[in-house]
């Protein structure tokens, strides 16, 4: 027969006198101080049985009974006393008298018996510790504590010795441990403590604080904020900075100029410029970007800030008048960063597997793979705070299955001679998406400096001064008599008019170069990106009948099926009962399913996306990609970024040059602040003057100029003047602040693509499961209700264990590789391993203890969607894998409550020889009563009649008659189909 349900009539042990009934161990005073210091530390367990340990190897623990100075004489006792029922008062004097030489009550005041009472004492106490006998048997040193027990009722003039079987009782009295030590209370040792620490996730995900990392993540977000939002006006801007020296640039003579300036006087001034960009460049980076590094704010701007934020800054060092505001954005947004990762694997939901049990797909947990567990070592050393539920009669109720029966109709069919009914259910989507980004601009730029022309007008010069030669070679000379040569004024006309038009020409090619050495800006960039995505999903499901050439209507009836068990009742005697409660006893199954499933039902439910644009940030959009699989999806925009513009050109020693020209700014950001950078060869008294926006500032040697700006957005105005410059350059950075707008926007983005992603990961993963729900109609569905029961009790046996012992089995695992690489037994580890598995595998009656399942409500509040619809065909077993508590009743297999008790009182297992009847006050109670119950029968006893059970099933079947069922009543008062 197999099991249907056990109850037991449970109830309080009766409360016994402990100072009739038992007999109460006194070790010697040091010792028992020692243990009570131990008891209030930090580690009873740990620091008693070390005092124990270094107690019996110091020699302070007696080495035999002849150590004693009455032991062979209390042995002698024991013996002639042992089997005795009753004996008169004066009849145990006399023996006492006859062995001692003295009467019991001068016995018990001598100091040698009251010391030996100790010595017995501190056996006991130290096997209880230890959990193994010493030199002397701890079962020895009972009996013989039991004697001296019955010397001092015969002292004290105990008449109910007398009676029947009292002496018999206070010969096998329970020893009662010092309730100043026992039980010792619930704590862990180190080496435990560390194995469950050890059991990280290979992931490097532990234990979070949730709500605190979400207060530090609020604090560095509210200050990372605060610093991506400053205006122009808070920026501290520092004095201008010379990045050379004036002097070492004067263009005075050359022997006075540094080489490479000697070098630039001696090149064309093209050649000069390229030269001059490359040399600065390798100048450790004079002309890098210096205006994220200007960013420093103002001491009154630092001083507002509000308590968070300057807590934040503090704990961290970081001092805004002195550190610029993108290294401690940098800072910051490391830690950010680090922060919304501990976030995310803390408080998301971990993945859902669906996974078959049973007759359904359901979903399971998932949790992060791959534990990290520390080297096996010893076993466990700790109990839990379990109590006895009291003793009562164990009655079993087991069933067999009789037979199915058919019970109410489910769905009845009707067609009709000559009808064909045929149904068909059909489902399809199609989805196609199309995704087209296209940008155009166009640039274009040229540039001409003239100096073909310069050649020219050199040439022409030249032509002019041979045509003025010509003329003069022309000329009409007359001699006169005496010293004067007269020259005709014709002549002298003549070379005025040369000089006339050299001057036109000059002009007219200075107002050339001006025109020509303007420019043009021309671009062009196209950009094109498709995106396309067609699924298409079909479902068809086709069910016929055909009566077409039938000759009568046919009607097709389904009924439920319910199974049939026959009950009955059977008494296990008495035993001393644990109730115990575990929390989701299917817990470990569900995810051992989902991590393990069966071939074709490893679907992976997506986690729910409930996070709003506003939720998604820098620091945690990069989890939610990577979870959904979103394509598509660009980095955040930075908070502040630099827009550059580098230009070179010469100018002249008297009329000097102008640029002007605009330096776009990046859609989305404003200028707050910027710095010129400006190198040039001079004459004497040469500047440079540069306009920024509404900024200007005058160069009178080399040097930087660092300013504010205005917010300026779109395009930044910038002008450039110089006079008595040979050659130049000059560095232009503008500082630029995201603004909110392109933030949100970017989130507006980022958080449409990860929706689009998780709904066609759940879209799949709804398609997949209707088809292999669709699957599982066609096949036999369930498993063995046998194999069902034999998986329950399994589990229900592993968490019972973990409360009984407070651990969770970390330090299990007696097996290592060897050299080979092949597995091989660990022997002193199995050593331990294997008597504390026997112990609990033997002390209780696993086979007997009775299960009580409470609904999905008692358990994780997260879990109840899906614990709520599992469903199976066995019934049990659905009410086991929905649970979300158990109550276990575990009976102590007859003969262990010493053993059990032991367990309870110092977290060891029992390793000496036979137990002696030593206990904790708070178990005297209950073991009393057992040594005094009635043998349980070897086979169990049925009680009353047996009777049948219904149980419902979801399975149905086809009656194969037409007419409905029907019932009636048999002589037995039973109701049976007809």
Not at 560 to 567: F, I
Request: aromatic share 8%.
């Amino acid at each position: 027969m197999e099991e249907l349900f056990r109850f037991v009539l449970a109830r309080p042990a009766d409360r016994i006198d402990t100072k009739k009934d038992t007999v109460r161990v006194r070790p010697s005073g040091d010792y028992q101080a020692q243990l009570n210091e131990a008891r209030v530390s930090g580690n009873p367990r740990v620091a008693s049985s070390r005092i124990a340990a270094e107690f019996r190897a110091g020699g302070r623990e007696i080495r035999s009974i002849d150590n004693l100075k009455y032991g062979e004489l209390l042995s002698e006792l024991s013996k002639q006393l042992r089997g005795v029922d009753d004996m008169p008062l004066d009849g145990l004097n006399k023996l006492v008298t006859k062995l001692f030489d003295v009467d019991a009550e001068q016995l018990v005041s001598n100091t040698s018996y009251t010391r030996d009472r100790q010595y017995l004492g501190d056996v006991i106490v130290t096997a209880a510790i230890l959990g193994q006998d010493g030199a002397v048997v701890a079962d020895h040193a009972a009996r013989l504590l039991r004697v001296m027990a019955v010397i001092d009722a015969v002292a004290a003039g105990d008449g109910s010795l007398a009676d029947h079987g009292k002496l018999a009782d206070a010969m096998s009295a329970t020893l009662l441990l010092p309730d100043s030590i026992f039980p010792i209370p619930l704590q862990r040792e180190a080496g435990a403590t560390a194995s469950v620490g050890s059991a990280v996730m290979a992931s490097g995900v532990t234990a979070f604080d949730s709500d605190a990392l979400k207060q530090q993540r609020n604090a560095l977000y509210t200050t990372y904020s605060m610093l991506t939002h400053i205006s122009p006006d808070h920026v501290d801007v520092p004095k201008n900075q010379d990045i050379s020296d004036s002097k070492a640039m004067e263009p005075s003579p050359a022997s006075a100029m540094p080489p490479m300036v000697r070098e630039m006087r001696s090149e064309p001034a093209g050649a000069r410029a390229e030269a001059f960009s490359m040399s600065a460049a390798a100048d450790g980076g004079m002309l890098r970007s210096v205006a994220a590094a200007r960013v420093l704010l103002k001491p009154e701007v630092t001083a507002a800030f509000g308590a968070t934020e300057r807590t934040v800054l503090a704990q961290r060092n970081i001092d805004l008048t002195t550190v610029a505001v993108p290294m401690a954005l940098d800072r910051l947004s490391v830690e950010l960063a680090d922060v919304e990762m501990k976030l995310f694997e803390a408080t998301a939901a971990p993945l859902t597997v669906v996974s078959r049990l049973g007759s359904n797909y359901y979903v399971s947990e998932a949790f992060y793979p791959g534990y990290i567990e520390s080297k096996p070592k010893a076993v466990p050393g700790t109990h839990g705070s379990v109590t006895p539920a009291g003793i009562g009669d164990l009655l079993v109720v087991k069933q067999f299955l009789k037979r199915y029966e058919g019970r109410e109709l489910a769905h009845i069919e009707n067609i009709l001679r000559g009808e064909y009914k045929e149904r068909m259910h059909r489902r399809s989507r199609t989805t196609e998406e199309t995704f087209t980004v296209e940008t155009e601009g166009k640039k274009e730029e040229e540039r001409d400096q003239q100096t073909t022309e310069r050649f020219e007008l050199k040439t022409e010069a030249s032509e002019v001064l041979k045509q003025d030669q010509s003329l003069k070679l022309g000329l009409t000379v007359t001699a006169k008599y005496g010293p004067m040569v007269e020259i005709k004024a014709t002549a002298d006309f003549a070379m005025n008019q040369s000089k006339e038009e050299s001057k036109k020409v000059a002009t007219s090619y200075s107002k050339d170069v001006t025109t020509r050495a303007s420019s043009k800006v021309f671009e062009r960039r196209r950009e094109e990106r498709i995106l396309k995505t067609i699924e298409v999903f079909e479902e068809k499901n086709t069910h016929g009948i055909d009566n077409k050439a039938g000759a009568d209507h046919v009607i097709g009836q389904y009924q439920w099926v319910d199974k049939v068990y026959e009950a009955q009742v059977f008494n296990y005697g008495k035993r001393l009962l644990f109730d115990i409660m575990i929390p989701e006893p299917a817990a470990f199954l569900l995810y051992a399913t989902g991590s393990q499933p069966k071939v074709g039902a490893g679907l992976v439910k997506p986690s729910p996306f409930t996070l709003t644009p506003a939720d998604i940030s820098e620091w945690n959009y990069a989890h939610y990609v990577k979870l959904y699989q979103a394509a598509g999806v660009g980095p955040p925009p930075l908070p502040y970024t630099t827009a550059s513009k580098a230009l070179e050109g010469k100018g002249g020693e008297h009329e000097g040059s102008t640029k002007a020209f605009e330096v776009p700014l990046l859609d989305g950001y404003s200028a707050i602040s910027g710095h010129v950078a400006v190198w040039y060869n001079r004459w004497g008294g040469g500047t440079v003057d540069v306009v920024v926006g509404k900024a200007m500032n005058r160069f009178s040697d080399n040097g930087g100029w660092a300013f504010p700006l205005s917010g300026e957005t779109g395009l930044v105005a910038v002008a450039l003047k110089t006079l008595k410059a040979e050659v130049y350059v000059a560095s232009i950075e503008l500082y630029c602040q995201r603004s909110d707008r392109l933030l949100m926007d970017w989130k507006l983005k980022t958080h449409t693509a990860i929706l689009q992603a998780y709904q066609k990961l759940l879209r799949d993963y709804e398609d997949k499961l209707a088809a292999l729900e669709v699957q599982a109609a066609q096949q036999i569905q369930g498993r063995n209700p046998l194999e069902n029961e034999r998986m329950i009790r399994a589990e229900l046996k592993k968490s019972a264990i973990s409360v009984f012992t407070a651990q969770h089995y970390d330090l299990f695992g007696a097996i290592t590789t060897s050299v080979q690489g092949y597995p091989q037994a660990n022997l002193p580890e199995a050593y331990a391993e294997g008597k504390y598995i026997r112990f609990f595998e033997q002390a209780f009656e696993w086979e007997q203890s009775m299960f009580f399942l409470y609904p999905y409500f008692w358990g994780r509040k997260g879990n109840w969607v899906n614990r709520s619809l599992l469903q199976d065909v066995d019934p049990l077993f659905a009410d086991f894998i929905k649970a979300g508590a158990a109550r276990v009743v575990l009976p102590v297999r007859p003969g262990f409550e010493k053993a059990v008790a032991h367990f309870m009182d110092t977290g060891q297992t029992w390793d000496g020889g036979d137990l002696p009847t030593i206990t904790s006050p708070l178990y005297v109670s209950i073991i009393e009563e057992i040594r005094e119950r009635d043998k349980a029968p070897g086979a169990e006893i049925p009680h009353g009649d047996p009777w049948d059970v219904h149980l419902p099933t979801t399975l149905l079947k086809l009656r194969d008659v037409a007419t409905l069922p029907q019932w009636q009543k048999n002589p037995q008062g039973e109701w049976v189909p007809v």
